[in-house]
């Protein structure tokens, strides 16, 4: 009853919050606050009290004054209904709740504090530079980690509209692929509703299938294969392209295709040893400086 009874009042006394609120924080047109020597309290519940320090960040320049007042009254009353359910919940919670419940709220407070601080001094200490060195020394010492799940393949195409003039000339052009040759195809590149001239990179089987629709899984292996050119139509257009390279289903994965994963695993171990290191050192220097012990147990 006491709940409903207080929310019904913060509806009830709406306008009058309104009106006070708009005298309260909009102070000029330039400026939305002034921020005076002491708070101003804006509302309060029981013993819990809510500032304008507290609302006015939230408050943007680019709102009305009416935006604003509704932005605030809204913010008022679910700050208000939290905090009389804080309340009707401290009241009707047994003492064992209560204590378990603050209990984890420390955790959570001391787990967010030490977790932002941390990363704090990862960021600053770490070096985040993984060298080709550093990446080959780790691929070669856990190749049969990096097995592939599937298949992928290192690929050039172009994709032509149909009637094309110079169909034949640049599937010469494509297979051979010599300087001349990608000079020229980059100079008639505009003409290509899709290309890529770029077959050191290696490519997953389902990217390839979105981009030439005439291979599918079921047909894979018959165009998808080393040293492979192929021309295929569809109703859209003229598909031409080499497979340079092809990998399939458990082989090693090129060192090139999991460079990105070798490093974010090599970054991950750089960063946990040195929170490793700096917990040590903590707790060397606070035993060094008395500021830690532990004491025994005697019975």
């Avoid at 407070?109 to 993984?130: G, H, P, W």
Wanted: charged share 30%; proline share 2%; with cysteine.
């Amino acid at each position: 009853m006491f709940f409903k009874k207080s929310m019904f009042l913060i509806r009830k006394f709406y306008p009058i919050v309104t009106i006070g609120l708009i005298s309260i924080v909009f102070v000029s047109c330039d400026g939305l606050f002034k921020k005076d020597e002491e708070k101003k309290v804006i509302a309060r519940v029981g013993e819990s009290f809510l500032y304008q320090d507290d609302l006015a960040p939230l408050l943007t320049e680019n709102m009305t004054k009416g935006d604003s007042a509704s932005f605030a009254i809204n913010y008022i009353n679910n700050w208000a209904s939290k905090q009389l359910l804080l309340s009707k919940a401290k009241i009707n919670l047994s003492e064992e709740k209560l204590a378990e419940y603050n209990a984890l709220v420390d955790d959570y407070r001391t787990e967010l504090y030490t977790r932002v601080y941390k990363e704090a001094l990862v960021e600053q200490a770490t070096d985040s530079v993984i060298t080709d060195e550093q990446l080959i020394t780790f691929y070669d010492n856990a190749k049969e980690n990096f097995k592939l799940k599937e298949r992928i393949a290192r690929i050039r195409f172009v994709a032509l509209p149909k009637g094309f003039l110079d169909q034949d000339e640049v599937g010469k052009r494509l297979k051979r692929f010599k300087k001349d040759d990608i000079r020229y195809l980059d100079s008639i590149g505009v003409q290509f509703t899709k290309l890529n001239f770029n077959d050191s990179i290696w490519v997953r089987y389902n990217r390839i299938f979105e981009e030439i629709p005439p291979i599918t899984a079921d047909n894979a292996s018959k165009y998808l294969k080393n040293s492979q050119f192929f021309e295929l139509e569809d109703s859209i257009g003229v598909y031409l392209g080499k497979i340079e390279e092809t990998k399939d289903v458990n082989d090693i994965a090129p060192l090139s295709f999991i460079k990105p994963t070798i490093e974010q695993v090599l970054l991950s171990r750089r960063k946990m040893d040195y929170l490793r290191k700096l917990e040590t050192e903590l707790l060397d220097e606070a035993i060094k400086d008395n500021e830690f012990e532990v004491f025994e147990n005697k019975k």
